[in-house]
């Protein structure tokens, strides 16, 4: 695990950038993203009195992937649902503090309100924001979660690293939807992750072949980006996946039912979507 600190204020930088993503509608039918603009950019207004932001990364890449002949799965996806596993891991370090400091007022967050997470990761020194959007660290890459810990007490604070990318665009060009249109602007309503995860209707048959055979979320800007080549392992054993999970091909994948789906994803990220909506997105694949 990370940690980088930064001072809960407002982000000049990022509410020009979320105001304009949301005017060209480039979270489509996420219209959460809507929500709370003003507590997004500001903790302040999302926890009271709040002085510090504690940003955490928890690495999750996997030792094993899946077979090579198969539907895939986003990586973070393998294993039990992270907002569990990591809430966990945050209230006890929030106990440690308190135990060891005093009372502390204080909130934890994983992926689940309205905090700009890589941004704060980004001000606290974790990483710097990749072409591809996602949060980059020269020693391990891309492949973790981003959660904070945001709290009422005065901190040294970190600051930023300097950005990495050079005139690499290899997340861009590898894109099947073109999704990133630019360098650091990605159209999430384009993006492989929304179609099979987020939208609830029928996938655009303008994307039929696209998917480069993913049904549950997507990897390839993450794949592709030679930073990952630092990627290590994980030790988190709730985050290993179900022992068939890594064997089955596309046939055992067409042929799931709900029991076994209800089994493999019992406690997993990927109830997200439903059987139905994993059977819509093979159909999909399979009939490009």
Not at 104 to 114: M, N, Q
Not at 174 to 200: H, N, Q
């Amino acid at each position: 695990m990370s940690c980088g600190i930064s001072k809960a204020e407002f982000l000049e930088d990022e509410a020009p950038r979320l105001e304009a993503w949301l005017k060209q509608n480039a979270h489509g039918e996420m219209k959460y993203m809507e929500n709370h603009f003003d507590k997004r950019l500001d903790p302040t207004k999302l926890v009271e009195g709040s002085k510090s932001v504690i940003s955490l990364l928890y690495n999750y890449y996997p030792e094993i992937h899946q077979n090579e002949n198969s539907y895939k799965l986003s990586k973070y996806a393998y294993g039990r649902d992270y907002h569990h596993v990591i809430k966990g891991k945050l209230k006890e370090m929030m106990h440690t503090l308190q135990e060891e400091i005093g009372e502390i007022g204080g909130r934890a967050f994983v992926d689940s309100a309205p905090v700009l997470e890589k941004a704060w990761a980004a001000k606290s020194g974790l990483g710097w924001v990749g072409k591809h959007s996602n949060l980059l660290s020269k020693s391990t890459g891309s492949f973790y979660f981003i959660a904070e810990l945001i709290l009422d007490l005065e901190l040294e604070y970190d600051y930023p690293v300097t950005d990495h990318c050079g005139t690499c665009t290899k997340c861009i060009d590898a894109c099947p939807t073109d999704a990133i249109y630019e360098p650091y602007k990605v159209d999430g309503s384009k993006c492989i992750s929304y179609f099979t995860i987020e939208l609830k209707d029928e996938i655009p048959t303008g994307y039929q072949g696209k998917f480069d055979d993913w049904m549950f979320g997507c990897d390839i800007c993450q794949d592709v980006c030679p930073w990952n080549r630092f990627s290590k392992p994980h030790n988190e054993p709730l985050f290993n996946p179900h022992p068939d999970l890594l064997s089955y091909n596309k046939k055992d994948w067409e042929e799931i039912t709900k029991d076994v789906f209800n089994e493999f994803f019992k406690k997993s990220a990927v109830k997200r979507t439903k059987f139905s909506g994993l059977q819509r997105n093979i159909n999909f694949i399979k009939n490009k």
